[in-house]
Structures are given as C-alpha cells and as structure tokens.
C-alpha cells in the first residue's frame, strides 16, 4: 500500500509537470523596496530652537524662542517599509532670528547680532549641516515611528545624535514632526551672559521641528 500510494504520488507529479523541491531549496529574496527622494520646503515648514534661559537670576531673564528662517535638504524613504531612507539638511546660520514675545523688536535685533558674532560665529561657520547614518522605526496606522541617527555638524564640530519623528506621506507630500535636545557646550556653541553671569541660557538647547517636503523627480 504504502509503496502503491509513492507512485501514484510520483505520477502526479509527472502528469503536472513540477517536481518537489528539494528540502534546502532558497527562493528568490524579495527585492529592496526602491525609496523615493522629497525634497525640504522650508516655506511650509517650521523649525525652532529653544534655548530656557538660567543662572542664579534665572527669574530675571527670559528664554529663547529663536526660528531657523533658512534651511534646505532632501529625504528618502521607501513607502511600504522604513528602509531604505535617509535624511541631509543644511542651515544657514545667519538665519536664525529671536521670535520669543518678551522681547522688543530693537532687542530681537541685538540679540540677532550676538547670535551671529559671539554665539555661532557665523562668519567663520556659516552653515550647520545634518546627515543621517542609520534610520530605524516601523510602519504604524499610516504613519512611520521613527528614530535617526546621525552626524550635526554645529560651530565646526561634529558629533553623533538622535532623532525621533513620526513621519507621514500623503500623496506627494511628506510631513515630519518632533523634537530633540544637544549640549551647546559639546558643540564649542557660547553664550551671552547678562548681570555679570547671574542670568544666561542653559546649556540644554531644545529643537522642535515640523517639516514639509515635496516628492522630488
């Protein structure tokens, strides 16, 4: 019976033309999803740096609500799954503008000027640049979790960060959304100082980030 039942199995198979595959047998890997380019446009998008302010009169001063006016870059991600994707940006640092409502339009305009010349330097760093290494997350209810790892490029320094988004792509329009911190002080990054030093920022300073891109051909 048992020997009846192999030939019948084996005719079968001969009659459809296939044949069983072997018990190591590989098949084909999937191939890597191709990920489509979007370029950063930064008249859609927002991008601040919050700087809280500090010292032994910390209740004197007042914190930093300083807008990133000029930046650009490009995106990629595949759309089905985080990967392949990357991320580069470039600021320029003579953009960057006080917004915070504490403060007069003569002193956004002084403290404009000490941003340029005494904090970032920019003159001498005139762009502040971000490229991404490793991005990691995963899909969830349309939208991507995500975290990116990679190089900031800051007053000529250069050090590793994080940063996590939650991404979403509506047709052609791609939209990422968070905020992280750095320590100006690994970053060569001064600060001014106001009552011989009993009012200053801290060395924490917080990005918030809500950013548009365009899919790009």
């Known amino acids: 019976m048992k020997l009846a039942l192999l030939t019948l199995l084996a005719a079968g198979i001969g009659l459809f033309g296939g044949r069983a595959a072997a018990p190591d047998a590989q098949f084909p890997a999937r191939p890597p999803a191709e990920p489509v380019r ?24 007042h914190s930093h609500y300083i807008a990133i006016r000029d930046f650009d870059g490009m995106a990629e991600l595949a759309l089905d799954v985080v990967n392949p994707a990357s991320l580069q940006m470039t600021v320029r640092a003579a953009s960057l503008e006080e917004t915070g409502a504490d403060f007069t339009d003569q002193q956004k305009g002084i403290i404009k000027k000490e941003l340029e010349e005494i904090v970032l330097e920019t003159a001498k760093y005139p762009e502040i640049s971000f490229k991404s290494t490793s991005v990691s997350g995963a899909p969830k209810g349309g939208t991507f979790d995500v975290r990116i790892k990679g190089d900031l490029t800051l007053h000529g320094v ?17 939209r990422a ?41």
């Open 38 to 61: 979007f370029r950063i446009d930064p008249a859609r998008s927002k991008f601040m740096v919050v700087a809280p302010r500090g010292g032994l009169a910390w209740f004197k001063g």
């Open 158 to 174: 250069t050090r590793p960060i994080e940063i996590p988004a939650t991404v979403t792509v509506t047709g052609d329009t791609l």
């Open 177 to 217: 959304v968070g905020k992280f911190e750095i320590n100006r002080k690994k970053f060569n990054v001064n600060a001014t100082e106001a009552f011989h030093g009993f009012v200053r920022v801290k060395h924490e300073m917080r990005f918030t980030f809500d950013i548009v891109a365009q899919r790009s051909a």
